[in-house]
T-cell receptor, first 112, second 112 residues
Framework: KQEVTQIPAALSVPEGENLVLNCSFT??????LQWFRQDPGKGLTSLLL?????REQTSGRLNASLDKSSGRSTLYIAASQPGDSATYLC???????????FGKGTHLIIQP | GAGVSQSPRYKVTKRGQDVALRCDPI?????LYWYRQALGQGPEFLTY????????KSGLPNDRFSAERPEGSISTLTIQRTEQRDSAMYRC??????????FGPGTRLTVL
């Protein structure tokens, strides 16, 4: 059974810093990996999707990498802003249209 | 365009009652997923559909839970004889063909 772990569980940094969120998974036979953002009381917003054949994806100040063989992904946020404060969730897809397996998330606070 | 919508957004019911939660996916999306999210946790996969066919219901907790998508568009998740432990956020997602998943705002279910 796939298990996804996110470290750290919570992080608080001053505005402007670059930061890295970590995600690890136990079964390297994944189809894709998706990073989401969740704001309190709201839905999940998809940030980046990485296919299993890819090494990284970039969107604006966000960069996600994938090392499938070691079961790891990182989400890099450049020049953090208070608006980046949210919970970030990592999720892996097992194959085709299978459901995603989620980590518990990293609760991020960017201090103004 | 319109995203995934869910209704109702909030549902309070008494133990033993049946509830039906509705999901309207993004137009044209083939795959539809149901998840359940407890406070402080990532979403947990319940079931999914490709068109009207239910592909995997291994995540449904027990036989009180069922889902359908009769015309390959709108889906309903039904919980019979609700129990307090069923209280959670129920989330629906859709994808074009098993790739990036887009989530709706969720239905907060409270069983008294």
């Amino acid at each position: 059974k796939q298990e996804v772990t996110q470290i750290p569980a919570a992080l608080s940094v001053p505005e402007g810093e670059n930061l890295v969120l970590n995600c690890s998974f136990t079964d390297s036979a994944i189809y894709n990996l998706q990073w989401f953002r969740q704001d309190p009381g709201k839905g999940l917003t998809s940030l980046l999707l990485i296919q299993s054949s890819q090494r990284e994806q970039t969107s604006g100040r966000l960069n996600a990498s994938l090392d499938k063989s070691s079961g790891r992904s990182t989400l890099y946020i450049a020049a953090s802003q208070p608006g980046d404060s949210a919970t970030y969730l990592c999720a892996v897809g097992g194959g085709g249209a299978d459901g995603l397996t989620f980590g518990k998330g990293t609760h991020l606070i960017i201090q103004p | 365009g319109a995203g995934v919508s869910q209704s109702p957004r909030y549902k309070v019911t008494k133990r033993g009652q049946d509830v039906a939660l509705r999901c309207d996916p993004i137009s044209g999306h083939v795959s539809l997923y149901w998840y359940r999210q407890a406070l402080g946790q990532g979403p947990e996969f319940l079931t999914y559909f490709n068109y009207e066919a239910q592909q995997d219901k291994s995540g449904l907790p027990n036989d009180r839970f069922s889902a359908e998508r009769p015309e390959g568009s709108i889906s309903t998740l039904t919980i019979q004889r609700t129990e307090q432990r069923d209280s959670a956020m129920y989330r629906c997602a859709s994808s074009l063909r098993g790739d990036e998943q887009f989530f709706g705002p969720g239905t907060r279910l409270t069983v008294l």
